[in-house]
């Protein structure tokens, strides 16, 4: 990578980088794919099965090895220690309610080649539960996955402000955090945030139609009304809500980035947008 | 030693009504939940925070006549993901899988085919859940009554408030004997006397306020 720091004496130890582009410099920036005249569908994902794209489902912890899941890369769950000290440990409890599940199993289904982790940020006990999906976010960016589902979000606004920052860390990572709107009229974080992909349900039964919204915040609608899914005990169920709606999108995400691991979050978006059945996918 | 907000809980419990009115109201809304959705039950557990429990509040159907009071973890469960997450959960064991009824037994003390459930959120806590079991058969869900459903656990979570304000105001009157319970009574009573009445009343606090040496706020 090219340095175009421009600092001179008395810089700190660590230089923040001058924002801006010497003439000289444009060449090394070029784009590393060609883009189609047209996107579509069929070049955005097909043929591919998510092979070689990292999934990892923020939520209840996920049930390893149910038939409509499979195997798990990894499962760890995050709780905190003594002065609030983020411990990370591998997850032998599996999912406490079924819903991570259910997630993983949608993630699956559209993608079945992909690899799924689980980091389990409920559970232990309510209280500090917005603590924990914070240290459960801040340690899935860091672990590099490609896209994160997150399909729960908090209302307290002292956590904003963290989450924030963190979805925008995940953003310049190449993390994509694909976060579920919140179904009530109530303020909560992430999905509002322009550097995460927000999803709200429609009711279509195709897994594949999504929608792109016109009107954000909410940015995109996944399949999520009345959708099989796996749930605890090898079992499986029927689940409407938007936290099934985003496993669609984070799965068609996989989807894309397996045959394209060279976008950014930014391109993605747009890759969605141009391929959403509102806009150039129903053809 | 009492401060100032114990003053206003003690006037307000004084005004606002009492543990039984909220509870009435309560087991409206879950009537009210019960009959709009054609269910077959629905109950309101709440959160103590003091023992990271959910305490049924309410309840209507199968079950009201043992689940009140009755408590469970709330780290757990359906309603445990709904409260920890925020977020509304519907689902439904279309392949009547008799495994399903122990995770939602759990919560409900019955086996019910299905469940929806939504946060009850007012500001930026979240004081419990609202749940709707066994919606009728063969009705395939829509977003429409997931719409009804948020809509309506706004309007129970601004209820809830209220009973855990009373219920604030009502352990501190406990708590500091009664000095702090004439304020409550004499509030109560001046706010039930007739038009006339009233004012004179209020005049009368009014007076009273100025010769303990009171400033008007």
């Given at each position: 990578?090219?340095d175009v720091t421009g600092h001179g004496e008395g810089a700190p ?20 794919a060609e883009w189609p005249e047209q996107v579509t569908r069929e ?241 | ?217």
């Amino acid at each position: 990578m090219r340095d175009v720091t421009g600092h001179g004496e008395g810089a700190p130890e660590a230089p923040l980088p001058a924002w801006s582009l010497p003439r000289d410099a444009v060449d090394g920036i070029a784009l590393p794919a060609e883009w189609p005249e047209q996107v579509t569908r069929e070049w955005a994902w097909g043929g591919s099965t998510g092979k070689g794209a990292r999934v990892c489902i923020l939520d209840s912890g996920v049930e390893a090895a149910h038939p409509m899941v499979g195997l798990l890369e990894s499962a760890v769950v995050i709780t905190l220690g003594e002065n609030e000290q983020v411990l990370a440990q591998e997850d032998t409890e599996g999912d406490v309610s079924g819903h991570g599940t259910a997630c993983a199993g949608i993630v699956r289904s559209l993608a079945p080649e992909c690899s799924l982790s689980s980091v389990r940020v409920l559970g232990a006990s309510f209280t500090g539960s917005g603590a924990v999906l914070l240290a459960g976010l801040r340690y899935a960016v860091e672990q590099g996955f490609d896209v994160i589902n997150m399909s729960l979000s908090t209302t307290k606004k002292p956590f904003a402000a963290v989450l924030h920052e963190l979805a925008d860390s995940a953003y310049f990572r190449r993390t994509v955090l694909v976060a579920s709107a919140h179904n009530m009229p109530v303020e909560s974080y992430p999905w509002r945030f322009s550097s995460v992909i927000s999803v709200g349900s429609h009711e279509e039964p195709d897994p594949f139609a999504f929608f792109a919204n016109p009107s954000p915040p909410v940015e995109f609608f996944g399949r999520g009304v009345n959708v099989e899914v796996p749930w605890l005990g090898g079992r499986s169920l029927t689940a409407s809500g938007n936290s099934f709606a985003t496993p669609h999108i984070a799965a068609i995400c996989a989807l894309i980035l397996s045959k394209h691991p060279e976008l950014t979050p930014f391109q993605l978006k747009n890759v969605l947008y141009l391929t959403a059945t509102n806009v150039g996918g129903a053809q | 030693m009492t401060d100032k907000n114990d003053l206003t809980a003690a006037v307000a419990a004084g005004v606002v009504g009492s543990e039984e009115a909220f509870r009435a109201l309560l087991s409206a809304i879950v009537e009210v939940a019960r009959s709009i959705f054609g269910a077959k039950a629905s109950s309101i557990v709440l959160l103590d925070e003091e023992t990271d429990e959910l305490v049924f509040e309410a309840v209507v159907g199968e079950g009201e006549d043992t689940l009140l009071g009755m408590r469970y973890p709330a780290g757990k469960g359906i309603s445990g993901w709904v409260l920890a997450t925020r977020t509304p959960l519907v689902i439904e064991d279309v392949h009547q899988d008799p495994r399903f009824a122990s995770d939602v037994a759990e919560d409900t003390g019955y086996v019910p085919k299905g469940l929806m459930a939504a946060p009850l959120l007012y500001e930026d806590r979240t004081l419990g859940v609202l749940s709707v079991l066994d919606r009728p058969e063969a009705s395939l869900f829509s977003l429409q009554e997931m719409e009804l459903l948020g809509l309506f656990s706004n309007q129970a979570a601004i209820a809830v408030d209220l009973l855990l304000k009373a219920r604030k105001a009502e352990r501190i009157l406990g708590g500091n004997g009664t000095d702090l319970r004439v304020i409550a009574r004499l509030a109560a009573a001046v706010d039930a006397l007739e038009e006339e009445r009233r004012e004179a009343g209020v005049r009368l606090l009014g007076e009273l306020a100025a010769m303990l040496g009171a400033k008007q706020s």
